[in-house]
Structure formats: structure tokens, C-alpha cells
């Protein structure tokens, strides 16, 4: 499994943070799939990056044009509501801008927009989809030419923790800590440990990421570490929800169940790319997307195109795929609930 899956060059930014949001109708349409639940948005973006879901609300990272280069420059976070068709820019770049890295929750949508292509100046912003108003969060700046880079990779939780994984401006990754910020109380939890990746994810109840071949279970309430086991592996890429974990280890996607500790296989061969919630895994194998039941192991198959990256909250599942000239990204939305029936 290769690292999140990054659209575009690596292009000098600066993002908006005080605009009100535009509101945009155009170049995007949803329609009912052949399965109940299902949805198809052509998004006009020939790339986009990071697409979330929560609910029926969609965001991603795109509004891309071709320059004379050929570079595919994703400027512009997006929100779109599945109900009522509904398109709105939240927030754009205003000089060859690269957002990326969109999480969503009930209440918050957040994102990075970064300055460097090694990742040594960045911001990381959150929107209040109740007061509809954006903060920073948190930035570096860095700019002597032997510094080191790392670009955070964002996990929100649906109870409103961010987190990421970043170096202190200009120090060795080496140095890298562990930031749990709660968007609604604006307290910050920082964790020192061996980050040799900058991946995680998080849920209400914990955090999850390797240190090498080590898979580490951060809890939350506890706020200390509760699981630090030696895998097979130093690519696991850990995926947690409130009652599971799931990880790759070599061809395998293996899980835990949390409450008594038990896991199996949940699928072996190619796997690019997996998600995990309290009752369903979904993961990405050559271009097909897949979906596992966890209380009764049953599993499908979900699209009939090409598809990569599935994101996974609740029982919602988003992917994307392209257009038939393969011209322009496309999100395939399913409801897992009304798949398995």
C-alpha cells in the first residue's frame, strides 16, 4: 500500500481564510445509482484530493486547471450536500494554491494548504459549518534551504478532534509529535513518540498509528498508549473506529475487534487502500472497491468502473473513479446499510 494518493504539483500557496464562503451550482450533478443509496457526482475537477464524507455532505480538495506546464493545481475546498444537489466552495487559494488532506465531521470541516514542495511551509485550517466562519489552526514556516519538510496528513474525529503528526519548524522528522487539537474546546494534547510516518487516524475514543514495525493504540480518555504490539511490517497504515482496528500486514488486512480483543483476515491479496467504522471495512484492490460486513463477515463488491480510495464514515462509503473520456474525477457515494440489506 502506497502513501495517501496526492493530485497536482507541488505548488506555492496561500489560502483565503477570511472570505465568506461563494456559492456554486454549476459543473456537478447527482443522480441515482442502479443500487438504492447510491449516488454519482460528476465533479468537473480533472483531479481532485481527499474526498470525506459525513452524512450526506461531501468534501474535497479540487477546482484544478491545466497551465502551460501541464500542472493540475487543486485550489478550492469544496462542500456538497447529496440531498439537495447542492455545491459550495468553502474556502480558495489566492496564489497557485495546494489545499489538500479535507476531513469532515458533523460540525467541522478542516484541511491543509501548503507552501513547499518539501512540505516545509504549510497551514492547517478548520471551518464551523455552524457559524460558517475559518480559523488556523496550525502552521510552519520554515524557509533555510537545508531544513527538513513534513506535510501533516489530517484524521478528524466525529466528536471534533484533529490530529496530525508534524515536526517543530525546521527540525530533523526525526523530532516528530503527535498534535490531538479539540476543535470545540480548543485544548491540544501533544504526543512524543517515534514517528517514522507521519500517517494516523483517529476516532472519539483513540488514535492509532506505527513507529516502524510497531502499531501503537493511543486512548483518548486515558491519554496514554494501550496497545503497542511488533507487526510483521513497516507499511501497516492503521485505520481505528470507536471499536476496531484494521491495518495491512504484507498481502493481508487484518482487524481487531477492541472490546475482547479478537481479530482475523479480512481479505488477502492487492490492497491499495482501506477505511474502517464500527460495523463495515471497505478497502481498494487492483481498481475494485470492496466492502466487509463485521458482524457477519459478508462482503461485495462495489462498483463496476475503475474505483480508488475509498473513505468510509458511519455506513457511508465515497470513491473515486473518471468520466468515460477520462476527462474529469468523478465520487461514487453508496450506503452500506441499504447494499447488504
Sequence with gaps: ??????????????????????????????????NAGAYLLDTGN????????????????????????????LNTIYEYDLDNQHKEVIARSLVNGQTDETQISSRWICWTDWFSPLGQDWSIYAYSRQDKTIRKIAESRTTEVNSFGDLPRLSLSKNGLLAWIASPNGSDPGSRVLHIHNLNTQEQTRIEDSFEQSMLDISDRYAVWNSGT??????????????????????????????????????QLMMETLADRSRHEVFSGDIFYF?????????????????YRIQDHA????????????????????????DEAKAFTRLQVVNLDQVFG
Excluded at 66 to 72: A, E, G, L, T
Aim: aromatic share 6%.
Design 1 to 34: 500500500m502506497k502513501k495517501l494518493l496526492r493530485c497536482g504539483s507541488l505548488l506555492i500557496a496561500i489560502l483565503c481564510g477570511c472570505q465568506s464562503p461563494a456559492e456554486h451550482r454549476d459543473a456537478i450533478t447527482a443522480r441515482s445509482g442502479s
Design 46 to 73: 480533472l483531479n481532485i484530493a481527499q474526498q470525506a464524507i459525513s452524512g450526506t455532505t461531501l468534501v474535497w480538495a479540487g477546482g484544478n486547471v491545466r497551465d502551460k506546464n501541464s500542472d493540475h493545481l
Design 299 to 322: 462482503v461485495k463488491k462495489l462498483n463496476d468502473a475503475d474505483g480508488m480510495l475509498p473513505v468510509l464514515n458511519d455506513q457511508m462509503v465515497v470513491w473515486q473513479s473518471q
Design 214 to 251: 510497531r502499531l501503537k493504540l493511543y486512548s483518548i480518555a486515558d491519554q496514554k498508549i494501550i496497545v503497542d504490539e511488533e507487526k510483521t511490517s513497516a507499511e501497516l497504515f492503521p485505520k481505528v473506529s470507536d471499536r476496531h482496528v484494521v491495518w495491512k500486514e504484507g498481502d
Design 275 to 291: 477505511d474502517v467504522s464500527d460495523d463495515y471495512v471497505v478497502w481498494q484492490s487492483q481498481h475494485e472497491i470492496y466492502a
